[in-house]
């Protein structure tokens, strides 16, 4: 299958170029040029599926012309060595949790699926591949982690100065090995467009082989569609999949562009909900159907700080530019920092449920949509203890609140506190090591030139 840009003045790319390169060279997003629809039979029988052979049956639709069937199955299953579970917060509301892979937060799948699809592409190559990634919170521990250890590629962690929790910080500044943290004096947005302006760069790019394990990548936010279809079927399961409603916590627009184009491959959601936090381009687009990026804003939901979101090219592009379908199927909302610690709040009180700062957008925004007659689901899209000291604020700000128990399916509160996973524990005993830089261009296409 071939591979088209957003912007329209790109040749055509394969698949593997696609994946390498990351972005085209009109620095455009890649589109596939046909997205199939798969066939009835299978959203009729997927509640009896396994989640590989879900994933495997949407995967197929996406590399199947370009990787043979055992080697896209051995990567879906390599993938997927763990479960997403739905678990039932009240009446018609379920979460999916997205966070039970190694870091603990919805990124490990398109992260895992793209080092092993690079590794496939670039198998018995000499020259070093040079992964950057821009992160606002998960992604850069998920891709870090992914590409742990994976011969002939280095991986570089661009992440905003003081703007990501201490657990998430520790998920990739102590792994070492082809692991590189980069502390960017700036914010999100700052990272973002250092990595895509390295892209453009052809005389960096001749002495470096670059790529991006941002969503921006199309073997990054791709696979991200299997949890969808997942989470359908397990909804399906219980009976709760009529006029079912999907909420997704949204940032650089990755997730929830991989929710949309399962949508438009047949998945039956009725319609989907963009849950936004201060930082509101999105929302104000719905709004106006003006696209007006702005600097980003700090808040309690870190990773979706993003004031100028990637994927809304791949959104514009997947409706035909047309505003109005857009509108049709996506409906907006934001959510403040005292609402969040609201949320958080009472819905421990009422449900048992605790969410982390994301999951509390997707939560609220679903919860105040939610229509008579409709179900839905909402992403927990990271482990509440990845935000420990956010929290257990929280947890400790009114008496009345349970002290102890086990939350979803892993998370548990002991003493007022959430508890730290083993998995996450870990992460804190080791060294840290970054390398701080300025949000200039130019001192950083000099560390890498160095580096090389």
Sequence with gaps: MNWYSTNGKAPLATLKKSVIKGLAEDRGLYMPCELKRLPAEFFAEMDKMSFQEIAFTAASAFFGEDVPAEDLRRIVNETLSFDCPIVPVEDGICSLELFHGPTLAFKDVGARFMARLLQYFTCGESRRLNVLVATSGDTGSAVANGFLGVEGIHVYVLYPKSKVSPIQECQFTTLGKNITALEIDGVFDDCQALVKNAFMDA???????????????????????????????????????????????????????????????????????????????????????????????????????????????RVYELYGKDYEAIRRSISGAVVSDGTIRRTIRDCYRQTGYLLDPHGACGYRALKDSLQPGETGFFCETAHPA???????????????????????????????????????????????????????????????????
């Design 203 to 313: 005389e960096l790019n001749e002495k470096m082989r670059l790529t991006s394990a941002n969503s921006i990548n199309v073997a990054r936010f791709l696979p991200q569609s299997f949890y969808y279809f997942w989470g359908y079927a397990q909804m399906k399961r219980m009976g709760l999949a009529d006029n079912l409603v999907v909420c997704v916590p949204s940032g650089n627009f990755g997730n929830i562009c991989s929710a949309l184009f399962a949508a438009k491959m047949g998945l039956p959601i009725q319609r989907f909900i963009a849950a936004n936090n201060r930082n509101d381009v999105f929302y104000n687009y719905l709004q106006t159907g003006r696209y007006e990026p702005k600097a980003s804003v700090q808040t309690l939901a870190n990773a979706m700080d993003v004031g100028d979101p990637s994927n809304f090219a």
């Design 386 to 452: 990845k935000f420990k000291d956010t929290v257990d604020c929280i947890l400790a700000e009114e008496a009345g609140l349970p002290s102890s128990g086990r939350i979803g399916a892993s998370a548990e509160v002991a003493d007022g506190k959430v508890v730290i996973p083993a998995r996450l524990a870990a992460f804190m005993q080791g060294k840290a090591e970054k390398t701080p830089l300025s949000k200039h261009y130019e001192e950083f296409k000099n560390y890498l030139i160095q580096q090389r």
